[in-house]
């Protein structure tokens, strides 16, 4: 399952991990309990993730269609109204899963500490936090080549 961020097992006394809509835990006995986010309430900060990367998500498929245009239009690459649009969308999908990725980072050793005193500093991140972070850095690169392409002119002379 996609989860951001786990108890390290050996700080932890019980195995557990959680990602923006799912929270598992692993029973002495053996197996995996699950439950979603929506049965419980664990705070603001989760509602905030999950609201901005679903946010992001939206906003990413909309810079992905402005990009492709862009990319393979030629005279669209050279209108400023469509390239302010990519960036804008582009940008604002970058400030989203900013917003996402550090409330969920920031929030999640918060989680596991709060659920057990003796859980201090267990938390480590999972690989879909890596993978957001990794959406993120594409995306800024994105921006910043759109940004290079409007500076230059959008003229590569070909």
């Known amino acids: ?40 309430i664990v705070g603001d900060w989760l509602k905030a993730a999950q609201s901005f990367m679903t946010l992001a998500l939206f906003t990413f498929l ?12 030629e005279d669209f690459a050279t209108d400023m109204r469509i390239m302010g649009t990519a960036i804008a969308i582009t940008g604002t999908t970058a400030l989203f899963l900013l917003i996402g990725i550090a409330t969920m980072g920031e929030k999640c050793h918060e989680y596991f500490e709060n659920k057990q005193e003796s859980w201090e500093g267990v938390r480590e991140f999972s690989w879909s936090f890596y993978l957001a972070i990794t ?24």
């Open 135 to 158: 959406s993120l850095i594409l995306t800024t690169a994105a921006l910043v080549l759109l940004i290079i392409d409007v500076v230059i002119g959008g003229d590569t002379g070909y």
């Open 1 to 40: 399952s996609h989860h951001w961020c786990k108890t390290n097992e050996s700080k932890a006394d019980a195995k557990e991990h959680i990602g923006l809509w799912r929270y598992c835990s692993y029973p002495y006995g053996g197996g995996q309990v699950c439950n979603d986010f929506i049965d419980i």
């Open 62 to 73: 909309g810079a992905l269609g402005v990009t492709v245009i862009v990319a393979f239009v």
